[in-house]
């Protein structure tokens, strides 16, 4: 059985820095893109950075310059480093992946809550 298992969330003041990780563990045979997700309350979940299992990435416009997106593939591991936080980030990210388990499919993890305080 797949899973993804998010880290890193937490409570940080404007201006302050997080780092996010996304462990995928199982019987796992290939995975392709790896995405990080947010819902703010009242929101709906968007996009917030992919990364393809080549490497190149893709960001949303609110977070360009701010986030960058990495992957070890050895360690099925996606990460979210987060600068030069704002309130507006406030929301539950959440891991994504595309791989190959019994059949291709996304998966997604639990959710890890980030708070930015003003």
């Known amino acids: 059985q797949v899973q993804l298992v998010e880290s890193g969330g937490g409570l940080v003041q404007t201006g302050g820095s997080l780092t996010l990780s996304c462990a995928a563990s199982?019987?796992?045979?290939?995975?392709?893109?790896m995405n990080w997700y947010r819902q703010a309350p009242g929101k709906l979940r968007e996009l917030v950075a992919g990364?393809?299992?080549?490497?190149?990435?893709k960001y949303a416009d609110s977070v360009q310059g701010r986030f960058t997106i990495s992957r070890d593939n050895a360690k099925n591991t996606v990460y979210l480093q987060m600068n030069s936080l704002k309130p507006e980030d406030t929301a539950v990210y959440y891991c994504?992946?595309?791989?190959?388990?019994?059949?291709?499919?996304?998966?997604w993890g639990q959710g890890t809550q980030v708070t930015v305080s003003s």
């Open positions: 994504n992946a595309n791989l190959a388990g019994v059949t291709w499919r996304n998966y």
């Open positions: 199982g019987s796992i045979f290939s995975i392709n893109d």
């Open positions: 990364i393809t299992s080549g490497g190149t990435t």
